[in-house]
């Protein structure tokens, strides 16, 4: 708060501490108190600190999602064609998962091979997801 120009009264914590905690912004001339009434129960003296202690204990973990198992999404099909919000999802996607392959690849040459093989694998599955539809349409008719 000080680092956005408010002045603080009271916000030492022990026995001649103040009750509250103040807030004044910059060019104003009252303090506004800290308490459930004035600015709600995230403001007190008690939650402020509990929030501080507890930012000390986590530290900001940000749970990453494993890309390793993904493949490229092939935005050639028609529905990504209609549908610029579907397009821009599987840009972030395969971004994410050839930001991931280069990070875990120790030299270009080993990354040109991985995406080779992962271009090659939805190619592939793409035929079998096509062969196994055209053999069960197929099969209804005889």
Same mark, same amino acid.
């Given at each position: 708060?000080?680092?956005?120009?408010?002045?603080?009264?009271?916000?030492?914590?022990?026995?001649?501490?103040?009750?509250?905690?103040?807030?004044?912004?910059?060019?104003?001339?009252?303090?506004?108190?800290?308490?459930? +009434?004035?600015?709600?129960?995230? %403001?007190?003296?008690?939650?402020?600190?509990?929030?501080? /202690?507890? *930012?000390?204990?986590?530290? $900001?973990?940000?749970?990453?999602?494993?890309?390793?198992?993904?493949?490229?999404?092939?935005?050639?099909?028609?529905?990504?064609?209609?549908?610029?919000?579907?397009?821009?999802?599987?840009?972030?996607?395969?971004? +994410?998962?050839?930001?991931?392959? %280069?990070?875990?690849?120790?030299?270009?040459?080993?990354? /040109?091979? *991985?995406?080779?093989?992962? $271009?090659?694998?939805?190619?592939?599955?793409?035929?079998?997801?096509?062969?196994?539809?055209?053999?069960?349409?197929?099969?209804?008719?005889?």
């Amino acid at each position: 708060m000080q680092a956005k120009g408010y002045e603080i009264k009271g916000e030492t914590f022990g026995e001649d501490a103040l009750k509250f905690i103040s807030f004044r912004p910059l060019g104003k001339e009252r303090f506004v108190r800290g308490s459930i +009434k004035s600015l709600g129960k995230e %403001y007190t003296k008690e939650r402020i600190k509990e929030r501080i /202690e507890l *930012k000390r204990e986590r530290k $900001a973990v940000i749970p990453k999602r494993d890309y390793a198992d993904k493949r490229l999404i092939d935005t050639s099909d028609e529905k990504f064609q209609n549908s610029p919000g579907l397009q821009r999802w599987a840009a972030v996607e395969n971004l +994410k998962i050839a930001a991931q392959a %280069y990070n875990e690849a120790g030299s270009i040459k080993e990354l /040109e091979q *991985k995406i080779s093989a992962t $271009a090659a694998t939805g190619k592939e599955a793409k035929f079998l997801y096509y062969l196994r539809k055209n053999i069960a349409d197929k099969t209804v008719f005889l």
